[in-house]
Protein backbone atom coordinates (compact mmCIF):
# COMPACT_ATOMS: atom_id res chain seq x y z
CA UNK A 1 0.00 0.00 0.00
CA UNK A 2 1.31 3.63 -0.75
CA UNK A 3 0.62 7.02 1.05
CA UNK A 4 -1.67 8.10 -1.39
CA UNK A 5 -3.88 4.53 -1.08
CA UNK A 6 -6.96 5.55 0.23
CA UNK A 7 -7.06 2.78 2.59
CA UNK A 8 -4.36 3.86 4.06
CA UNK A 9 -5.70 7.13 5.11
CA UNK A 10 -8.81 6.31 5.86
CA UNK A 11 -7.16 3.86 8.38
CA UNK A 12 -5.12 6.62 9.47
CA UNK A 13 -7.94 8.97 10.01
CA UNK A 14 -10.23 5.90 12.03
CA UNK A 15 -7.11 5.35 13.80
CA UNK A 16 -7.10 9.38 15.19
CA UNK A 17 -10.98 9.36 15.41
CA UNK A 18 -10.62 6.51 17.96
CA UNK A 19 -7.54 7.95 19.97
CA UNK A 20 -9.73 11.38 20.36
CA UNK A 21 -12.72 9.23 21.55
CA UNK A 22 -10.31 7.44 23.98
CA UNK A 23 -9.12 10.83 25.45
CA UNK A 24 -12.69 12.24 25.54
CA UNK A 25 -13.90 9.30 27.21
CA UNK A 26 -11.10 9.09 29.97
CA UNK A 27 -10.78 12.97 30.65
CA UNK A 28 -15.32 13.26 31.40
CA UNK A 29 -16.20 9.46 32.35
CA UNK A 30 -13.62 8.09 34.58
CA UNK A 31 -15.51 5.45 37.00
CA UNK A 32 -13.77 4.57 40.24
CA UNK A 33 -14.55 1.55 42.29
CA UNK A 34 -17.86 0.32 42.84
CA UNK A 35 -20.06 2.84 45.10
CA UNK A 36 -17.63 5.80 44.42
CA UNK A 37 -19.38 8.39 42.20
CA UNK A 38 -18.01 9.29 38.62
CA UNK A 39 -15.43 11.05 38.52
CA UNK A 40 -13.17 13.20 35.48
CA UNK A 41 -9.61 12.75 34.65
CA UNK A 42 -7.73 16.09 33.87
CA UNK A 43 -5.02 16.84 30.62
CA UNK A 44 -1.51 16.72 31.95
CA UNK A 45 1.83 17.01 30.47
CA UNK A 46 5.01 15.53 32.08
CA UNK A 47 8.65 17.34 32.00
CA UNK A 48 12.18 15.13 33.38
CA UNK A 49 15.32 17.06 33.27
CA UNK A 50 18.47 15.32 35.32
CA UNK A 51 16.34 13.61 38.10
CA UNK A 52 13.58 16.18 38.26
CA UNK A 53 10.41 16.02 37.13
CA UNK A 54 7.44 18.63 36.40
CA UNK A 55 4.22 17.67 36.07
CA UNK A 56 1.13 20.29 34.78
CA UNK A 57 -1.90 19.48 35.49
CA UNK A 58 -4.91 21.65 33.87
CA UNK A 59 -7.13 22.47 36.70
CA UNK A 60 -9.22 25.53 35.72
CA UNK A 61 -11.76 27.14 37.90
CA UNK A 62 -10.50 24.71 41.11
CA UNK A 63 -8.95 26.79 43.95
CA UNK A 64 -6.09 25.75 46.50
CA UNK A 65 -8.72 24.41 48.99
CA UNK A 66 -10.08 22.13 46.56
CA UNK A 67 -7.80 19.30 45.33
CA UNK A 68 -4.96 17.48 47.02
CA UNK A 69 -1.71 15.91 45.91
CA UNK A 70 0.06 12.30 47.14
CA UNK A 71 2.00 10.32 46.65
CA UNK A 72 1.14 6.55 46.49
CA UNK A 73 4.19 4.46 45.53
CA UNK A 74 4.72 5.02 42.01
CA UNK A 75 1.91 7.46 41.48
CA UNK A 76 0.89 10.83 41.96
CA UNK A 77 -2.88 10.84 43.04
CA UNK A 78 -4.47 14.45 42.36
CA UNK A 79 -8.20 14.69 43.41
CA UNK A 80 -10.63 17.34 44.33
CA UNK A 81 -13.62 18.60 42.75
CA UNK A 82 -14.57 21.65 40.45
CA UNK A 83 -17.82 23.32 41.25
CA UNK A 84 -20.56 24.26 38.20
CA UNK A 85 -19.74 28.20 37.97
CA UNK A 86 -22.40 30.55 38.70
CA UNK A 87 -22.06 32.97 36.37
CA UNK A 88 -25.88 34.36 36.07
CA UNK A 89 -27.70 32.68 39.13
CA UNK A 90 -30.36 30.89 38.40
CA UNK A 91 -30.42 30.39 34.96
CA UNK A 92 -30.99 27.46 32.40
CA UNK A 93 -27.86 25.88 31.03
CA UNK A 94 -28.07 25.45 27.50
CA UNK A 95 -23.95 23.89 26.79
CA UNK A 96 -22.28 22.50 29.09
CA UNK A 97 -18.95 21.39 28.04
CA UNK A 98 -16.23 21.77 30.64
CA UNK A 99 -16.06 19.32 33.02
CA UNK A 100 -17.65 19.86 36.34
CA UNK A 101 -17.88 17.74 39.74
CA UNK A 102 -15.24 14.92 41.38
CA UNK A 103 -11.73 14.50 39.40
CA UNK A 104 -8.98 11.88 39.84
CA UNK A 105 -5.87 11.30 37.88
CA UNK A 106 -3.51 8.96 38.99
CA UNK A 107 -0.03 9.57 36.95
CA UNK A 108 2.37 6.66 36.47
CA UNK A 109 5.78 7.92 37.80
CA UNK A 110 8.97 6.64 35.88
CA UNK A 111 11.23 4.01 37.43
CA UNK A 112 12.18 5.26 40.84
CA UNK A 113 11.64 7.13 43.73
CA UNK A 114 10.48 10.51 43.71
CA UNK A 115 9.85 13.30 46.61
CA UNK A 116 7.32 16.15 46.55
CA UNK A 117 9.52 19.25 46.52
CA UNK A 118 7.35 22.51 45.35
CA UNK A 119 3.82 22.64 43.96
CA UNK A 120 1.85 25.48 42.88
CA UNK A 121 -1.25 26.49 41.33
CA UNK A 122 -0.93 29.31 38.50
CA UNK A 123 -3.16 30.23 35.56
CA UNK A 124 -5.55 27.44 36.25
CA UNK A 125 -2.82 24.50 36.02
CA UNK A 126 -1.26 22.52 39.15
CA UNK A 127 2.40 22.31 39.02
CA UNK A 128 4.42 19.66 40.85
CA UNK A 129 7.71 19.52 41.05
CA UNK A 130 8.51 16.29 42.17
CA UNK A 131 12.79 15.55 42.55
CA UNK A 132 14.36 11.96 42.01
CA UNK A 133 15.62 10.31 45.49
CA UNK A 134 17.18 6.70 44.23
Given at each position: ?106 IALPE ?23
Open positions: MQGNDPKVWMLAEAVELLEAADRLQRQFFRFGQMGESPCWEPPIDMYADDGDLAVLVALPGVGPDHFEVRIEGQLIVVRGERAIATVLGPSAILRLEIPYGRFERHGMYEMVDFALQHGCLRLHLERIT
